[in-house]
Structures are given as structure tokens and as C-alpha cells.
């Protein structure tokens, strides 16, 4: 994992790498390949994902979106990234590490989804793993959380693969395609690695 910073413009941008894929913020020359992405994703993705705006494909709310990004980095309160497949730069899904706490907590919530192309072939566990790396080597992070609904066998398996621990679960946690859901909870502690452990027998 590496970290780097290029340029002085507004769009200037942290650049994470991982193996065979690169992360960094959105800019406004994604914008058609998002679009085209999500849509095409739209139905394995909404199941998953708070209810979509219904501009959300519309230039306008792409821009706004990357001024609150910008102003969210900014404020060191979330590192929301693109997820780019190395050689052909394709866009392969979305990372965020948000709702960061500093002080005695010094953590943070990881997001993501992956479009359906790409999905079940190793993108997102390389993303996780870069972002992980850069969340506790470059934010300084002690503890990354994250949460998924109970049914999401995929993300549960992305999770515990990357070496996030179970730790409970939370009802009506949050609001998913219109409805408050339970979500099991998870956190990656700085200096885990490797799958977590299995679960032992109650």
C-alpha cells in the first residue's frame, strides 16, 4: 500500500495502491464511467444500499457529491474512494472510510460496493486490504468498523477474509432500500491480520 499526494488543484487527490487495483477520490472526468457502472449495477446493488436519489445519475448531483467529499476530506471526518483496476484504469466499485472519530476512539466506518461485473473476483478483498493499510498507516486509525445485513453472505465472507472480527448485532441499524435493518457488526483492531478466527461453539 502506498499513499501519494499529486498536483495543488482542487482536484489534487490521495492515490491509495493495492495489488492489481488503485483507490483515490472521484473527480469529475468519472463521471460517465460511474454512471454507467451504477446503472448497469442497479439491481444487485440496491438490496444492499440506502434508497438512490432520483437525480443521483444527473451531472449536478454527481458534482455535489464531490464538493461534500472534498469538504469531508477536508475536515478529516471521511476518505471516500473510487475503487480503478490497474492497467486499463477501469472503475470497478466504490470505498469509504467515514464517520472517523478521533481522540480516545481514533476510528472508522468502512463502506463499499462493487459493480456486477467485477463482483466475486477478488477486487474488493484487495481494496479492503489497501484501505485497511492506509486507515491505520496513514490516518493513524486504531480500529476500523464495519457492518452488513445478516443475509449478505458475500460481504460477511469479504470481511472475515480481511480479518474483521464479528462483534454483535444491531437492530434497525440502518435504513437499506427503504426499510431500517439489522446489521451484524464487525472491526478490523490496527495490527489484525490475516482471515479471523472461527467463531467458537457457544
Do not use: K
Not at 130 to 150: M, Q, S, V
Not at 154 to 170: I, K, N
Amino acid at each position: 500500500m502506498a499513499l501519494f499526494r499529486l498536483g495543488t488543484s482542487s482536484e489534487s487527490a490521495h492515490y491509495v495502491r493495492g495489488e492489481g487495483i488503485y483507490l483515490r477520490p472521484a473527480e469529475m472526468r468519472d463521471f460517465e464511467q460511474w454512471s454507467r457502472l451504477r446503472e448497469r449495477s442497479r439491481s444487485f446493488l440496491v438490496p444492499w444500499e440506502p434508497t438512490w436519489p432520483a437525480d443521483d445519475f444527473t451531472r449536478a448531483s454527481f458534482r455535489r457529491r464531490l464538493r461534500r467529499h472534498s469538504d469531508e476530506l477536508d475536515r478529516d471526518e471521511a476518505y471516500p474512494f473510487l475503487i480503478f483496476r490497474d492497467g486499463d484504469n477501469a472503475l470497478l466499485g466504490g470505498l469509504t472510510l467515514g464517520q472517523v472519530r478521533r481522540g480516545v476512539a481514533q476510528a472508522a466506518t468502512l463502506g463499499y460496493w462493487m459493480g456486477e461485473p467485477f463482483a466475486g473476483r477478488g477486487f474488493m478483498g484487495r481494496a479492503v486490504r489497501a484501505a485497511a493499510g492506509f486507515g491505520f498507516a496513514t490516518l493513524r486509525l486504531h480500529r476500523i468498523e464495519a457492518a452488513c445485513l445478516p443475509h449478505n453472505e458475500a460481504s460477511v465472507r469479504l470481511l472475515e477474509r480481511g480479518g474483521f472480527r464479528r462483534e454483535g448485532l444491531a437492530r434497525a441499524y440502518l435504513r437499506i432500500n427503504g426499510a431500517w435493518r439489522d446489521h451484524l457488526l464487525f472491526a478490523l483492531l490496527e495490527g489484525e491480520t490475516g482471515p479471523a478466527p472461527a467463531a467458537s461453539p457457544p
